[in-house]
T-cell receptor, first 113, second 110 residues
Framework: DAKTTQPTSMDCAEGRAANLPCNHS???????VYWYRQIHSQGPQYIIH???NNETNEMASLIITEDRKSSTLILPHATLRDTAVYYC??????????????FGKGTKLSVKP | NAGVTQTPKFQVLKTGQSMTLQCAQD?????MSWYRQDPGMGLRLIHY???????DQGEVPNGYNVSRSTTEDFPLRLLSAAPSQTSVYFC?????????FGPGTRLTVL
């Protein structure tokens, strides 16, 4: 699986957009980008995933650069409840051991009033 | 659906004791896995299963055993607990591209 690089921490003002970057310069052509978050002491929660097109769901948007070497997770209107550690993970799509998630240390996002 | 459930929530063991962490899911997912998370670290994969009767090792399998006799249950056994196994343990199941995690078991080994 491709490795990812994320900033250790970020701050965001409540109500503003939170933009979390992720570098994955060694991503292969059929690997997807996944985002999970972990709110204090809870189990991680799936947010969104994508291959090469931008994706949006009720939680967030995922912007993947054209060369696929980096991506940005966007929380459009951050709230205090979005304070969490956000993990960017690159892997092959589901199927056997290829479905294993390899977690790095993630980005700790602090949303401030 | 209850999703992924784990018991117990907290456990304290003495070195050398054995115990089983329970994990169950009611979503009929074939894939299940166990992770451990140490302070300030991301999750590390211990064991996983792609279906009943099939298990395999992850990144940090030493000191742990698993079995998968049913689709619903995936217990994690600590054979002889050591202080290095003090951690938070998360169980997960997967449907297609989304993994669902349980609430975790906080284990302390004295």
């Amino acid at each position: 699986d491709a490795k990812t690089t994320q900033p250790t921490s970020m701050d965001c003002a409540e109500g503003r957009a939170a933009n979390l970057p992720c570098n994955h310069s060694t991503i292969s052509g059929n690997e997807y980008v996944y985002w999970y978050r972990q709110i204090h002491s809870q189990g991680p929660q799936y947010i969104i995933h994508g291959l090469k097109n931008n994706e949006t769901n009720e939680m967030a948007s995922l912007i993947i650069t054209e060369d696929r070497k980096s991506s940005t997770l966007i929380l459009p209107h951050a709230t205090l409840r979005d304070t969490a550690v956000y993990y960017c993970i690159v892997r092959l799509p589901y199927g056997g051991s290829q479905g294993n998630l390899i977690f790095g240390k993630g980005t700790k996002l602090s949303v401030k009033p | 659906n209850a999703g992924v459930t784990q018991t117990p929530k907290f456990q304290v063991l003495k070195t050398g004791q054995s115990m089983t962490l329970q994990c169950a899911q009611d979503m009929n997912h074939e894939y299940m896995s166990w992770y451990r998370q140490d302070p300030g670290m991301g999750l590390r994969l211990i064991h996983y299963s792609v279906g009943a009767g099939i298990t395999d090792q992850g990144e940090v399998p030493n000191g742990y055993n698993v079995s998968r006799s049913t689709t619903e249950d995936f217990p994690l056994r600590l054979l002889s607990a050591a202080p290095s196994q003090t951690s938070v343990y998360f169980c997960a199941s997967r449907k297609r591209n989304e993994q669902f995690f349980g609430p975790g078991t906080r284990l302390t080994v004295l």
